[in-house]
Every structure is written in C-alpha cells, then in structure tokens.
DNA sequence: AACAAGACCTGCATGC
DNA sequence: TGCATGCAGGTCTTGT
C-alpha cells in the first residue's frame, strides 16, 4: 500500500482516534515482522498517553508521554483499522491497541514486510531508521539545488537515485514513475549529470505529485489504504504507472507507456515524452 | 562508494 | 480443478 501519500492517509486517520487518548491494552499476535517486536512492548505501551501522530518518510510516529515513540512502517502490504467494538482478530493481525473508552486500532501486515518498534523521541533523528533519511519533499527546503546537489553525486539512473530514500524520503515506486513523467525526464537518464533547470522541475513535480495524491487520500490499488475503511482516489489519476500499452496521456507517440525493468523493479514511462 | 541482485513473506492473477 | 509462474506500493544484506 504505502509511500509518502498513503502513509500521511494513514496518519491523518490515526490521528483523531489517538491523539490525547490512552492506551488501554495492547495485545501482540505476532512478533517477527521485518525486525523482532520489542519483548515487553504490550507492558510497555499500556496506559500510556498519545501525545502527537507524525509521520517521517514512510514511517508513522506515535509519539506517547514520557518521551517515547512507537514508530510503525507499513513495509508493502501493512494497513491499520479502526473497529468500534472489540475486534475478532483476523489473519495477519499483529497488534491490537485498545483506546480506552475505544475504539481499537489494529495493524495488519501480510507480508510481515512492516515494523513496530519502540524508540527514545530524542534519539530519533540519529536512529539508525532515520539517520540517514534525505528531506522531506513537502518540507520547504526541499527545492532545485537541494535535489540537484544530492542526485550529483550519482552515477547511476535517476530511477534508482530517487527510489533512494537517502536522496529524498518518502519516494517509492509510484510516485517515483509519476514524477519523472510529469517533469518529462527519462528514468535512465544518469542521475549525476541533471542540471539546474531540470532538477528545479523534477522538484516541484515530486511536491505536487504527492500533494495532489494526498489530497486524493492516497492511491489504493490491490486493497484499501485508509483506517477507516475507506479508499483514496489517486490511482484514478496515475498518469503511467501500471499502464503499460497504454497511450501516453501528454503525447501522440504510436508506442504509448512502455514498461521495463531497473534494479529488479518495473518501470514506466513514456520514451518520447521523458528524454 | 555506488550499484544491482537477491532475500525476506504472502496473496493474487494468469496460463497450462 | 490443480499447479506453476510471475508479480506486487519496501528495504536490508550481499556481492560486484
């Protein structure tokens, strides 16, 4: 389900059900996700308080009193719902918070691809998950230079450099295909060699890109992303991802989106279009 | 140092 | 129907 866009739907749905709530019991089904559970986490967390329900990268923070965070990745199949009563567990639920007075929030995650983990607020940002994390493309100091600085020392395809989340966090697959569209640079374009004009343009398609899909709540594409049940609209306007043979929407070209594979992971976009 | 490939795990669509 | 194959929104580790 997640990158940027899904993740932040999450969080917005997660916030007014958590926020300044209390923790009333925690049950944990199952321990080996991406990393181990941290032993004790369900003691851990009871009667804690929520405080904040912020998001870095593609990870969710929980902040709680007493200077703690739980932090929650979605991996690639990890979602959250809300259930007003008190839940039957279904498969692949690996965390159940009961907020006292309810409702109950619960983590599912297929694939076990995601992480729950528990962490000092005031270590986050030197956190080995974080360390190392490039800017926030909404964040206003995300521009042209910015970008531009970090993609010169790349030697490979800008497919791969963007996937990077060193160069900018909160980038996957998706939104990396939709930017480059939007921005008409191809994904096989070294990412070194990308001057001011075009990493100025590739900046701000990144930016609107993920804010209209915000806006939209996300795209769903095999299941639903939203906890409350609900499902985000930006699929519907995915200009080339997963729309291979389709034709170009912002050309004539004969071939249409072409489909090929980097770095194990497929690719789309139009060869006319984006040079 | 930077890159690609492989691994992690489950579910689903497709084709024989 | 059953079975094999390939693919999936992420990221960590390994090898070149």
Same mark, same amino acid.
């Given at each position: 389900m997640p990158e940027l866009p899904e993740v932040e739907t999450v969080r917005r749905g997660l916030e007014p059900v958590l926020q300044g709530r209390t923790i009333a019991g925690v049950l944990i089904r199952r321990?080996?996700?991406?990393?181990?559970?941290?032993? !004790?986490?369900? $003691?851990?967390?009871?009667?804690?308080?929520?405080?904040?329900?912020?998001?870095?990268?593609?990870?969710? !923070?929980?902040?709680?009193?007493?200077?703690?965070?739980?932090?929650?990745?979605?991996?690639?199949?990890?979602?959250?719902?809300?259930?007003?009563?008190?839940?039957?567990? $279904?498969?692949?639920?690996?965390?159940?918070? $009961?907020?006292?007075?309810?409702?109950?929030?619960?983590?599912?995650?297929?694939?076990?691809?995601? !992480?729950?983990?528990?962490?000092?607020?005031?270590?986050?940002?030197?956190?080995?998950?974080?360390?190392?994390?490039?800017?926030?493309?909404?964040?206003?100091?995300?521009?042209?230079?910015?970008?531009q600085s970090r993609l010169a020392l790349r030697r490979g395809p800008l497919k791969g450099a963007l996937l990077d989340q060193r160069t900018v966090a909160g980038l996957g697959n998706i939104y990396v295909c939709e930017s480059l569209f939007r921005a008409r640079l191809s994904p096989l374009r070294p990412a070194g060699g990308l001057g001011r004009e075009a990493a100025g343009r590739l900046a701000r398609n990144i930016r609107e890109v993920l804010a209209e899909a915000i806006e939209a709540g996300g795209s769903s594409l095999r299941d639903h992303a939203r906890p409350d049940g609900g499902i985000g609209y930006f699929q519907l306007s995915l200009a080339v991802y997963g729309r291979e043979g389709e034709p170009c929407p912002g050309c004539t070209c004969r071939e249409g989106i072409r489909r090929i594979v980097q770095g194990g992971r497929s690719t789309f976009y139009c060869a006319r279009r984006q040079r």
């Open positions: 321990r080996d996700l991406r990393r181990p559970v941290p032993e !004790l986490l369900a $003691e851990r967390l009871a009667g804690r308080v929520v405080e904040t329900v912020g998001r870095r990268a593609k990870y969710l !923070l929980i902040g709680l009193d007493r200077g703690e965070t739980l932090v929650v990745h979605l991996g690639m199949s990890g979602r959250f719902r809300i259930s007003a009563t008190r839940p039957e567990p $279904e498969r692949h639920d690996h965390m159940i918070l $009961e907020i006292a007075g309810g409702p109950w929030v619960i983590y599912n995650d297929s694939r076990r691809f995601g !992480l729950v983990d528990l962490v000092t607020s005031q270590d986050l940002s030197r956190h080995p998950d974080f360390a190392g994390l490039g800017p926030e493309p909404l964040d206003p100091a995300f521009d042209g230079p910015a970008l």
